[in-house]
């Protein structure tokens, strides 16, 4: 990460759809990216490398005390994964145009620009063949090891923060639910629902890394059938989806993971059977239950089943899935 403070000397503030932007005038040429609860994205031209940037602007970093916690989390998390691994978002640079301490109230980041993201290629409903599912979730689990290695947890992996190029190189994005295991008692805020690991609805106080390999697990079924496969409409109904696929877990492991409250209330509803992915997903194999007729292979559905097990115990760490 390096500032060229003499290139950023001259400032210019402009407003793309609903947010002003300040920025220094290397930054050119701005094209709206997207918007979420905590940032705002653009695509600028870095004319003094002549290269296209992803620029985020934090929301309200420092409005709040919790606010201020999460922007310098996040920062901090950038700058300890940040390396030529080519499955993590690198920064660039980091800058503000607020003058003094007083009224320090605004922070950009800088980072290399992905053109697409894995809902890009999910959208267009096009089929993804078992080599190139294999391809991005074996690329996301390398970035993910070495996340993990560094006792960082992601904990909003899902389509919309997977880059992907024009050669298929995948590129693990935006960390700004970033922390780390040391940070101790965990928050309930953690990944997007769909994609959320039933361990944060069951006792959102204790969760590890496995949270982030049941959001690839999702991610890969989304690859196979183009959409996102528990689709629940609250955190009560979220959890009914995913019993509806996996099937109800036994009364000894909802013991050992649920509060006492979730517990009462899991153990009451009538128990679902665990559903045969290859019939759920219409996957077909030749006379030797080998050769792929659609779908994907038997060592997928295997690796798939694991990373969608109820208890986070018997999910895979990313270095057992690779």
């Known amino acids: 990460m390096a500032t060229n403070n003499e290139d950023q000397s001259e400032w210019y503030t402009v407003i793309c759809r609903t947010c002003t932007y300040t920025l220094?005038?290397?930054?050119?040429?701005?094209?709206?990216?997207?918007?979420?609860a905590f940032g705002a994205v653009?695509?600028?031209t870095d004319r003094t490398t002549g290269r296209y940037v992803a620029i985020k602007k934090l929301l309200h970093p420092f409005q709040t005390k919790t606010h201020a916690k999460r922007s310098y989390r996040e920062l901090k998390v950038l700058i300890d994964l940040n390396h030529p691994n080519g499955q993590i978002v690198q920064l660039y640079d980091v800058f503000t145009p607020d003058q003094d301490r007083?009224?320090?109230?605004?922070?950009?980041?800088?980072?290399?620009?992905?053109?697409?993201?894995?809902?890009?290629?999910?959208?267009?409903?096009l089929p993804v063949s078992d080599g190139h599912i294999k391809q991005i979730i074996y690329s996301i689990l390398c970035?993910?090891?070495?996340?993990?290695?560094?006792?960082?947890?992601?904990?909003?992996?899902?389509?919309?923060?997977?880059?992907?190029?024009?050669?298929?190189n995948v590129t693990i994005l935006d960390f700004g639910l970033a922390r780390t295991l040391s940070d101790g008692i965990q928050t309930g805020?953690?990944?997007?629902?769909?994609?959320?690991?039933?361990?944060?609805?069951?006792?959102?106080?204790?969760?590890?890394e496995k949270l982030d390999m049941w959001s690839i697990g999702c991610m890969m079924a989304e690859l196979i059938v183009l959409k996102p496969i528990f689709r629940g409409i609250d955190y009560i109904d979220q959890l009914n989806k995913i019993f509806d696929i996996i099937g109800t877990p036994s009364l000894e492991t909802l013991?050992?993971?649920?509060?006492?409250?979730?517990?009462?209330?899991?153990?009451?509803?009538?128990?679902?059977?665990?559903?045969?992915?290859?019939?759920?997903?219409?996957?077909?194999?030749?006379?030797?239950?080998?050769?792929?007729?659609?779908?994907?292979?038997?060592?997928?559905?295997?690796?798939?089943?694991?990373?969608?097990?109820?208890?986070?115990?018997l999910r895979p760490t990313a270095e057992e899935a690779l």
């Open 189 to 208: 805020y953690a990944a997007t629902r769909w994609w959320r690991a039933p361990e944060v609805y069951v006792n959102w106080e204790h969760y590890d």
């Open 42 to 44: 653009i695509r600028a």
């Open 143 to 168: 970035g993910l090891k070495y996340i993990h290695s560094a006792g960082i947890l992601h904990r909003d992996l899902k389509p919309d923060n997977v880059g992907i190029d024009k050669d298929s």
């Open 255 to 313: 013991h050992e993971l649920c509060s006492p409250s979730t517990y009462g209330y899991i153990s009451r509803l009538e128990p679902k059977p665990k559903q045969n992915f290859n019939q759920l997903f219409g996957f077909k194999y030749d006379v030797t239950g080998e050769t792929i007729i659609s779908g994907v292979s038997p060592q997928g559905v295997d690796l798939l089943d694991r990373l969608l097990s109820f208890d986070p115990r």
């Open 24 to 36: 220094p005038v290397r930054y050119q040429d701005i094209v709206p990216i997207g918007q979420g």
């Open 102 to 125: 007083e009224n320090f109230e605004t922070l950009y980041f800088v980072f290399n620009y992905i053109p697409y993201t894995m809902n890009q290629v999910i959208k267009r409903q």
